[in-house]
Antibody, heavy 125, light 107 residues
Framework: EVQLVESGGGLVQPGGSLKLSCSASGFTFNNYWMTWIRQAPGKGLDWVANIRKDGSDKYYADSVKGRFTISRDNAKNSVYLQMDSLRAEDTALYYC??????????????????WGQGTLVTVSS | AIQMTQSPSSLSASVGDRVTITCRAS??????CGWYQQKPGKAPKLLIY???TLYSGVPSRFSGSGSGTDFTLTISSLQPEDFATYYC?????????FGQGTKLEIK
């Protein structure tokens, strides 16, 4: 059974830090790009960051660039999101998602095949 | 960043109806568009990728079309389990971006 389990969320003050973890099982982790996507309460989906299968490339949303760092440990089947200088607007449910990145000919696409249940981050004083 | 503008933001329909949701990209994105369904309290699920490729296990009443800047998700005959919120996603370049969502409600 495929599982993605996020952890590490909680209440933090503005300017503080938090590190999220996502533990994967039931699929070949190092065959998937991994992505963090968040959703503020009652709002839509917001793409945050992703990391290549071998960790060699990382991409970030403009809103988190320079504050958040994505990393992965393929030996532990885990992906992480280090969040620094947190702001109230970072309050959200944070999902990790696995992307098999299928190709059609020479084109590659994003498919969030598996998702976790999310971990809630609340930034408030 | 590329903006994805979805319309309508909400939609009321009945079981058996045909519905169409659209997404417009702020610049051309070839066919790099996917569609996701989210039900309350649950993680999203992939429906369509590469604009028109049906993801494994997704019912054939769902279809997608479009290229360049304009994309559509069509549900040919609404079923009770289809009432949910739908999001488009562009994966043409980074950062990837979602549309703001379309909430499909029962009439």
């Amino acid at each position: 059974e495929v599982q993605l389990v996020e952890s590490g969320g909680g209440l933090v003050q503005p300017g503080g830090s938090l590190k999220l973890s996502c533990s994967a099982s039931g699929f070949t982790f190092n065959n998937y790009w991994m992505t963090w996507i968040r959703q503020a309460p009652g709002k839509g989906l917001d793409w945050v960051a992703n990391i290549r299968k071998d960790g060699s490339d990382k991409y970030y949303a403009d809103s988190v660039k320079g504050r958040f760092t994505i990393s992965r440990d393929n030996a532990k089947n885990s992906v992480y999101l280090q969040m620094d200088s947190l702001r109230a607007e970072d309050t959200a449910l944070y999902y990790c998602a696995a992307d098999s990145s299928p190709n059609q000919g020479s084109a590659w696409y994003t498919t969030y095949d598996f998702w976790g249940q999310g971990t809630l981050v609340t930034v408030s004083s | 960043a590329i903006q994805m503008t979805q319309s309508p933001s909400s939609l009321s329909a009945s079981v058996g109806d045909r519905v169409t949701i659209t997404c417009r990209a702020s610049q051309g994105i070839r066919n790099d568009c996917g569609w996701y369904q989210q039900k309350p309290g649950k993680a999203p699920k992939l429906l369509i990728y590469a604009a028109s490729t049906l993801y494994s296990g997704v019912p054939s009443r769902f279809s997608g079309s479009g290229s360049g800047t304009d994309f559509t998700l069509t549900i040919s005959s609404l079923q009770p389990e289809d009432f949910a919120t739908y999001y488009c996603l562009q994966d043409y370049n980074y950062p990837h971006t979602f549309g703001q969502g379309t909430k499909l409600e029962i009439k």
